[in-house]
């Protein structure tokens, strides 16, 4: 009898698509995934993020600041590493070593921080979700407005005013 009532359940259960829409960032994420660059990110980087030990595909959309920043959303290609990277990283240059300096985020459509790394010469390390929550925040919402501001909501309201049939009408006649 108890398997019963887990079987009805189960037969109910929909499978969540991709693009769903229940995710703060899902729609960043589509956005990203139809046009963004393919990429990939390194592979100290994503073993660090827990994202396996080869360089892992993604999509890219990147934005660089005045300051020479590249705030950059990419979300993983590979059916086995889902994921999405958040950063904002700083190429520099000391001699001869080129090295990346900045924090990179890790988390998926749903915006939930899953983790923060801090980026420098020295390599990667991970840090405490806390120390750079509100930056992650602001990346966040960042992201959300450039999607929005390239992708607008098709919503009209209507307009007060004579429609443009109407006043076609008026100089025809």
Known sequence: MALIPAALLAQNLVPTPRYS????????????????????????????????????????????????????????????????????????????????????????????????IAVDASGAKVLPNSSRAAKFKDMKDFFIKKRQATNPTTTLSPSPRISATAVGEKEIK
Do not use: C, H
């Open 21 to 116: 829409d229940q995710g703060e960032l899902s729609k960043v994420e589509e956005w990203v995934l139809s046009q963004g660059i393919a990429e990939s990110i390194a592979p100290e980087l994503a073993a660090i993020l827990g994202l396996g030990s080869d360089r892992l595909p993604v999509k890219l959309k990147a934005f660089r600041t005045s300051d020479g920043t590249n705030l950059a959303f990419a979300v993983s290609t590979n059916p086995k590493q889902e994921g999405i990277v958040i950063s904002a990283l700083k190429t520099m240059t000391d001699k001869t070593e080129i090295y990346s300096l900045g924090t990179a985020w890790l988390t998926d459509r749903s915006g939930t921080l899953r983790q923060t």
